[in-house]
């Protein structure tokens, strides 16, 4: 079992920034550098949507073609944690964003969702 939980969801003003934290745990067996770790976001009435991705051990990321240069994925395997820098946030950006944490290594395993933390952009 891995547990997720997000961090630092807020509202903010369009072109403002935030800073969110995804902090992975589990159990003995659990070691955060096997797992591929995404940011998603769904807002009202739409779809979820990929944001970023990460594989630390890889240093390996994919972006959404929404992004454009404006947020940026990291991660730390010391702190099993993954970081989502957003920057000149739109309105469009708000939503609820999720981390989920999937194995790839050494097998494939299955998906691990965070209960999400709420971006809010407007003036």
């Known amino acids: 079992q891995v547990q997720l939980v997000e961090f630092g969801g807020d509202s903010v003003q369009p072109g403002g920034s935030l800073r969110l934290s995804c902090v992975a745990s589990g159990d003995i067996t659990f070691i955060f550098s096997r797992y591929d770790i995404s940011w998603y976001r769904q807002a009202p009435g739409k779809e979820r949507e990929l944001v970023a991705s990460?594989?630390?051990?890889?240093?390996?990321?994919n972006y959404g073609d929404f992004v454009k240069g404006r947020f940026t994925i990291s991660g730390d395997n010391n702190k099993n944690t993954v970081w989502l820098q957003m920057n000149n946030l739109k309105p469009e950006d708000a939503a609820v964003y999720c981390c989920k944490a999937k194995q790839y290594f050494p097998n494939s395993g299955r998906d691990y969702w965070g209960q999400g933390t709420q971006v809010t952009v407007s003036s």
């Open positions: 990460i594989r630390t051990a890889e240093s390996k990321t």
